[in-house]
């Protein structure tokens, strides 16, 4: 998977002498975790992909914990990785981080959210997720898009494993995703921190 070797670059910058050591245990945490997320390649809901790279991330931090970090060493770990992994590499990366919010209210759009809607309402999978897609401007600070997780495939894997208090350190990373196409994203709560669900809003 592309996205790996993002986090052995930040484990082994982080830990020189024992990442060798660290990487072996966090493939095998991970091959342990996989099955339960099998599902996601083939899940007819398509938020379902990102629960692969979650598992991973489960993974990291099982590993973390094994070797005696604090929570808040894995929290900067963890968002070391995301952001070597999520930093546009070249321009053209750039641009099109920023592409979705230009076509907004254009018909291709309106096409890719319908096809969107109709997939991500529904649970592919019952450990996966279940959003709901808003398109009224008044709703979404006059974007015209929004999303409501009322299900989320992460919380309820890195629960499963008893890691749920990780999870907030996951969605932090939605800011950064939306600084990258231009955004500045307003959250009122998470499911992960006791919200009904997880609210998605944009601000250009």
């Known amino acids: 998977?592309?996205?790996?070797?993002?986090?052995?670059?930040?484990?082994?910058?982080?830990?020189?002498?024992?990442?060798?050591v660290i990487m072996l245990d966090l493939n095998a945490f991970y091959a342990a975790i996989q099955p339960d997320v099998g599902f996601?390649?083939?899940s007819s809901n398509p938020m379902d992909r990102r629960l692969d790279f979650s598992a991973y991330f489960l993974a990291t931090i099982q590993?973390?914990?094994?070797?005696?970090?604090?929570?808040?060493r894995i929290r900067e770990v963890c968002l070391e990785i995301t952001q070597a992994y999520l930093r546009p590499k070249?321009?053209?990366?750039a641009w099109l981080k920023r592409l979705p919010v230009k076509i907004i209210g254009s018909p291709l759009a309106g096409?890719?959210?319908?096809?969107?809607?109709?997939?991500?309402?529904?649970?592919?999978?019952?450990?996966?997720f279940r959003v709901k897609l808003?398109?009224?401007p008044s709703l979404t600070f006059?974007?015209?898009?929004?999303?409501?997780?009322?299900?989320?495939?992460?919380?309820?894997?890195?629960?499963?494993?008893?890691?749920?208090?990780?999870?907030?350190?996951?969605?932090?990373?939605d800011k950064l995703t939306a600084s990258l196409a231009g955004l500045e994203?307003?959250?009122?709560?998470?499911?992960?921190?006791?919200?009904?669900?997880c609210d998605f809003r944009w601000k250009q």
């Open 185 to 197: 994203m307003v959250r009122s709560g998470t499911i992960a921190n006791g919200a009904k669900c």
């Open 134 to 136: 808003l398109t009224d």
């Open 90 to 93: 070249n321009s053209l990366q």
């Open 40 to 42: 996601a390649k083939t």
């Open 111 to 128: 096409l890719l959210t319908r096809f969107m809607e109709k997939k991500t309402t529904k649970l592919g999978h019952p450990d996966g």
């Open 1 to 20: 998977m592309s996205y790996r070797k993002y986090f052995e670059q930040t484990i082994r910058h982080r830990y020189p002498e024992a990442h060798q």
């Open 63 to 72: 590993v973390l914990e094994k070797q005696g970090e604090p929570f808040e």
């Open 142 to 173: 006059g974007l015209g898009y929004g999303v409501d997780i009322l299900e989320c495939g992460i919380c309820k894997l890195f629960n499963k494993y008893g890691a749920g208090k990780y999870v907030p350190i996951l969605c932090e990373v």
